[in-house]
């Protein structure tokens, strides 16, 4: 009987702890539904990525090339290729009816964090000649460099050697005279990329967060997080993009350190971030915050009137309009006081068609009015 009723009694109990487990994973993960790590909102500086360059040829055209009768340039590195490859003398007379070559611009950009021996990387390729195309061609074995040309000049050494092929071009249509060979830059030379700077690492803010309120909320994280281990006022606001946090921590190397402090969860409603706008004119791509809002207004462009005030507004001698061919109403609320969202107007524009440069044009002058809160951001 004492078994039965202690075995009961334990069962008990390990529903009651399995419950309340339940309920604490339940809250732990509703406190992080809104968190991001650290390294989700900034980088670290001193890892930044590189361009290396060279001056190359790429060979294979079919009647595509340099005319070497119209460019000096380029028959000068073609004979340099002959004489190195098969010891023939060929002067720039001797080059004049070739038209398979082209001089060309390489460029390789190394990826944030660095490159080691052996990584492959995707090389751009652009004529530096008169060249037609480079469709199809190959590339001669190129060395690459840093495009910044140290003063010692000696210490200017390849990092990587470029070739292969075929050049895949951007846009045939355009003429073929830029493009792109995949994996085509071997890295013969690591290279490494340290994040510290004595005993600071620095953390840069990424352009959409960037701001005092974000950096301070995220140095504020960061303090939080390292009191745990008994380090203090480790993190400092140095302006609107920089954090720089000290390294205190003899039971960690500086690697390990790093490590852990861009896992750290920083809730995102504290960074108090302002609503954004952002523009891509390239790809005609506009997003918009769900909190952007518009107070009444309306607006004209060329023959079309769209006004947030409805029903629309008549005109008076005090106020005249202009004469529209096209007009929609959007309402903003019973008193035609209240705010709308922009994202409502920009959907209305593109259903009576507005052109995407239009929509812009609008919203920067909303911007400029006071209409609307939020910023503009235009990507490059």
Not at 23 to 37: I, K, P, T
Not at 62 to 75: E, Y
């Amino acid at each position: 009987m004492l078994a039965r009723m202690l075995k009961a009694r334990i069962t008990q109990m390990l529903r009651h702890a399995t419950g309340v487990v339940a309920v604490a994973l339940c809250a732990v993960s509703a406190g992080n539904a809104h968190a991001g790590e650290l390294q989700d909102y900034v980088r670290v500086r001193g890892l930044e990525g590189d361009t290396l360059v060279g001056l190359g040829l790429v060979t294979g055209l079919n009647g595509t090339g340099d005319s070497m009768k119209d460019s000096t340039i380029a028959g000068q590195p073609y004979a340099q290729l002959l004489r190195r490859l098969g010891n023939i003398s060929a002067t720039r007379a001797d080059t004049l009816k070739t038209k398979s070559v082209a001089i060309v611009y390489v460029t390789v950009h190394v990826p944030y964090g660095g490159a080691r021996i052996g990584d492959r990387l995707d090389i751009r390729l652009s004529t530096v000649g008169n060249a037609k195309s480079i469709a199809g061609g190959e590339l001669v074995a190129t060395y690459l460099v840093s495009d910044v040309v140290p003063a010692d000049r000696s210490q200017w050494i390849p990092f990587a050697i470029a070739e292969g092929g075929p050049v895949e071009v951007d846009d045939p249509d355009a003429g073929g005279t830029v493009g792109a060979i995949r994996g085509g830059a071997k890295i013969v030379r690591d290279i490494i990329k340290s994040p510290f700077d004595g005993n600071y690492v620095y953390f840069i803010l990424k352009q959409q967060y960037t701001g005092y309120p974000a950096a301070t909320a995220i140095a504020g994280a960061i303090n939080e997080e390292l009191q745990l281990s008994n380090i203090t006022d480790a993190a400092r606001v140095v302006d609107s993009q920089t954090i720089r946090v000290r390294i205190d921590d003899g039971r960690r190397s500086p690697e390990e350190f790093l490590g852990d402090l861009l896992t750290t969860q920083v809730p995102t409603d504290l960074l108090r971030l302002s609503s954004r706008i952002v523009i891509d004119m390239r790809n005609e791509v506009m997003t918009i915050d769900e909190s952007v809002e518009l107070r009444p207004t309306a607006v004209t462009a060329g023959e079309l009137r769209i006004t947030t005030i409805t029903p629309p507004i008549e005109p008076t001698p005090e106020s005249p309009v202009a004469v529209t061919t096209a007009w929609t109403g959007i309402a903003t609320g019973k008193d035609n006081k209240s705010s709308m969202r922009l994202k409502d107007l920009v959907e209305t524009m593109r259903q009576l068609d507005v052109s995407f440069r239009t929509q812009v044009a609008i919203v920067e002058n909303l911007k400029a009015q006071g209409a609307i809160k939020a910023e503009i951001v235009r990507l490059p």
